[in-house]
């Protein structure tokens, strides 16, 4: 299996919808990432995740709603989502040891399209 | 704040070519990380290279080759007799060590640079 695994490649959904993003990660990492990735802008973070516990919420709108179970999953509930929200959504993971130092490994990411 | 400069949107060379991907980046730590991150058209980020700030040794790897200067705040990517399979995206990153007891830190992404290899 692949370090770290998204689902589903592609969704695509309408304003009133709601739908949820999948992360699993096989790497016995620690911490998890959501990270938004729009045409001509860099990578914006979204969620940090340590040890299951949020430690990051970048200002992000809450129709987006993130959930940990446990250290190797990681969901992005969606809903009421906006067209401008249509982006590829990366899930990563890292080692993080609290030294800033942590490479992330990112999965092939969610392709969302909002109509 | 930190901040990641890629001034190269977009790069087209032939194959067999060198090209260099230029990263500045601006931060006010004395200890930080430095990444350089692959995306090829597949999606996934590919992690290449971390550097910290006190370790100021270019490193090569095959073809790839990493110019850290402190002196300019520069942190520069170059990939010799370049293949297609080299066209992606690349990603410089900077993260500073800051320990918040909760193990989350800051990790700023550039733009981008997109590379073309073309046979």
């Known amino acids: 299996e692949t370090g770290v695994t998204q689902t589903p490649r592609h969704l695509v959904m309408g304003m009133t919808n709601k739908k949820s993003l999948k992360c699993e990660q096989h790497l016995g990492h620690n911490a998890m990432y959501w990270y938004k990735q729009s045409a001509k802008k860099p990578l914006e973070l979204m969620f940090v995740?340590?040890?299951?516990?949020?430690?990051e919420n970048n200002s992000v709108p809450s129709r987006f709603s993130p959930e940990c179970p446990n250290s190797s999953h990681l969901f992005l509930h969606l809903h009421t989502l906006q067209p401008e929200d249509s982006a590829l959504y990366l899930c990563?993971?890292?080692?993080?040891?609290?030294?800033?130092?942590?490479?992330?490994?990112f999965g092939n990411g969610t392709r969302l399209t909002v109509t | 704040a930190q901040k990641v400069t890629q001034a190269q949107t977009e790069i087209s060379v032939v194959e067999k070519e060198d090209v260099t991907l230029d990263c500045v980046y601006e931060t006010r730590d004395t200890t930080y990380y430095l990444f350089w991150y692959k995306q090829p058209p597949s999606g996934e980020l590919v992690f290449l290279i971390r550097r910290n700030s006190f370790d100021e040794q270019n490193e090569i790897s095959g073809r790839y080759s990493w110019n850290f200067q402190k002196s300019t705040s520069s942190f520069n990517f170059t990939i010799t007799a370049s293949q297609v399979v080299d066209s992606a995206v690349y990603f410089c990153?900077?993260?500073?060590?800051?320990?918040?007891?909760?193990?989350?830190?800051?990790?700023?992404f550039g733009k981008g640079t997109k590379l073309s290899v073309i046979p």
């Open positions: 990563a993971s890292s080692q993080e040891e609290g030294l800033g130092n942590s490479p992330l490994h």
């Open positions: 995740y340590n040890f299951k516990e949020q430690t």
């Open positions: 990153a900077l993260s500073e060590a800051r320990y918040s007891g909760a193990g989350s830190y800051q990790l700023t």
